[in-house]
Nanobody, 122 residues
Framework: QVRLEESGGGLVQPGGSLRLSCTAS????????MGWYRQAPGKERELVAT???????NYADSVKGRFTISRDNAKNTVHLQMNSLNPEDTAVYYC????????????????WGQGTQVTVSS
C-alpha cells in the first residue's frame, strides 16, 4: 500500500506565496508520475501540475509562470511552489502518485492524498 501525506496549505493574501509538500510512504516499489490536482467548491477536480521521475513537467495553463513543481526521488517527495496567488487559486489541493507497491511491482496504480486547503483572500 502507498500512502500520501500533504502539508503546507493555509490562508494567504492575493499576490502571496505558499509551498505545498507531499511525501509518499509505505511499501513502495517504484513511483513514476507525481502531481497536484485541485478542486474548488462546485467545480470538478482539475490538474495543476505533474512531474515524472525523470523530471519532465506539465502545467495547467492557468498556473504556468506562477507555480513550480519539483521532486526529490530519494525522499519520495513532491513540492508545489505557488507564487502570485489569486482568489481563483482557492481550492483543496490533492497530491497524486502513480506508483507500484512492493507486493505487486508490475502494476502501477493511482494514489491520492487526503487534500490540503489553500485559501487566497484579503
Amino acid at each position: 500500500q502507498v500512502r500520501l501525506e500533504e502539508s503546507g496549505g493555509g490562508l494567504v493574501q492575493p499576490g502571496g506565496s505558499l509551498r505545498l509538500s507531499c511525501t509518499a510512504s509505505g511499501s513502495i516499489f517504484s513511483i513514476n508520475l507525481m502531481g497536484w490536482y485541485r478542486q474548488a467548491p462546485g467545480k470538478e477536480r482539475e490538474l495543476v501540475a505533474t512531474i515524472t521521475s525523470g523530471g519532465n513537467t506539465n502545467y495547467a495553463d492557468s498556473v504556468k509562470g506562477r507555480f513550480t513543481i519539483s521532486r526529490d526521488n530519494a525522499k519520495n517527495t513532491v513540492h508545489l511552489q505557488m507564487n502570485s496567488l489569486n482568489p481563483e487559486d482557492t481550492a483543496v489541493y490533492y497530491c497524486n502518485s502513480y506508483a507500484a507497491a512492493a507486493y505487486d511491482p508490475l502494476t502501477s496504480r493511482s494514489y491520492w492524498g487526503q487534500g490540503t486547503q489553500v485559501t487566497v483572500s484579503s
